[in-house]
T-cell receptor
Framework: EPEVTQTPSHQVTQMGQEVILRCVPISNHLYFYWYRQILGQKVEFLVSFYNNEISEKSEIFDDQFSVERPDGSNFTLKIRSTKLEDSAMYFC??????????FGDGTRLSIL | DQQVKQNSPSLSVQEGRISILNCDYTNSMFDYFLWYKKYPAEGPTFLISISSIKDKNEDGRFTVFLNKSAKHLSLHIVPSQPGDSAVYFCAARAGANNLFFGTGTRLTVIP
C-alpha cells in the first residue's frame, strides 16, 4: 500500500539554525499538509499546499516557516531560525482530494 | 482551541468485547469526521470516516456513529482484539480545510 515517507526520523539542531524536514507524499495525491505535535499536546495544523501554492496556514506558521515542492515528488518544510519551542513531532500528510489525509511517521525535531 | 474533544484519556476493554470511543465537537461547520489510530513512533493511521450527511458508517469491525444534533461521534470496535491497543484520535474538518484533532484516547485491549 502506498505511504507517505518522511526523513529524517529524528533531527537534532542548535537553536537559531535552519532545518529542512522532508516528505515524499503518496504519488497521485494532490493536497499536502504539515502538522506538528508538541509532547503531551494535540496534533496541530501548520499549513496546506495545493496546486503549487499555500492554500491555508495557521497562526503557528509564521515568517520563520516555509514550504516547497521542489520537484514532482518531494514536499519540504523549512524553519529558518529554530527556537526551543519548535521542538515537536512534525507530520507530513497528503490526500487525493477531499477524502482522508494519510500521514507519515513523522520527524522528531529536537532543538538544543 | 477546543473544537474537538475526547474526554476519556484512556479505556480498557476485555478481548472480544466492544470498545466505544467518544468524541465531541463544537463547530457546527464541521462536515467530515475521521478516526485515526496511532502506535508509538508512528504517524496517525486513517481508520474510518463519515460525512455529515450520514449518521453511520461501517467498515469491518469498525463503525462510526454521528449525532449532529448532539455534536457527538463515536467509534465502535467489535470484537476488540489485543492488536487494537493504540491511541485513537478523532478529527474533524469544515469543507476543504485543515483537520482539527482531539487529544486522543488510549485503548488497551486485555487478552
Amino acid at each position: 500500500e502506498p505511504e507517505v515517507t518522511q526523513t529524517p526520523s529524528h533531527q537534532v539542531t542548535q537553536m537559531g539554525q535552519e532545518v529542512i524536514l522532508r516528505c515524499v507524499p503518496i504519488s497521485n495525491h494532490l493536497y499536502f499538509y504539515w502538522y506538528r505535535q508538541i509532547l503531551g499536546q494535540k496534533v496541530e495544523f501548520l499549513v496546506s499546499f495545493y496546486n503549487n501554492e499555500i492554500s491555508e496556514k495557521s497562526e503557528i506558521f509564521d515568517d520563520q516557516f516555509s514550504v516547497e515542492r521542489p520537484d514532482g515528488s518531494n514536499f519540504t518544510l523549512k524553519i529558518r531560525s529554530t527556537k526551543l519551542e519548535d521542538s515537536a513531532m512534525y507530520f507530513c500528510a497528503s490526500s487525493l482530494g477531499l477524502g482522508p489525509q494519510h500521514f507519515g511517521d513523522g520527524t522528531r525535531l529536537s532543538i538544543l | 482551541d477546543q473544537q474537538v474533544k475526547q474526554n476519556s484519556p484512556s479505556l480498557s476493554v476485555q478481548e472480544g468485547r466492544i470498545s466505544i470511543l467518544n468524541c465531541d465537537y463544537t463547530n457546527s461547520m464541521f462536515d467530515y469526521f475521521l478516526w485515526y489510530k496511532k502506535y508509538p513512533a508512528e504517524g496517525p493511521t486513517f481508520l474510518i470516516s463519515i460525512s455529515s450527511i450520514k449518521d453511520k458508517n461501517e467498515d469491518g469491525r469498525f463503525t462510526v456513529f454521528l449525532n449532529k444534533s448532539a455534536k457527538h461521534l463515536s467509534l465502535h470496535i467489535v470484537p476488540s482484539q489485543p492488536g487494537d491497543s493504540a491511541v485513537y484520535f478523532c478529527a474533524a474538518r469544515a469543507g476543504a480545510n485543515n483537520l482539527f484533532f482531539g487529544t486522543g484516547t488510549r485503548l488497551t485491549v486485555i487478552p
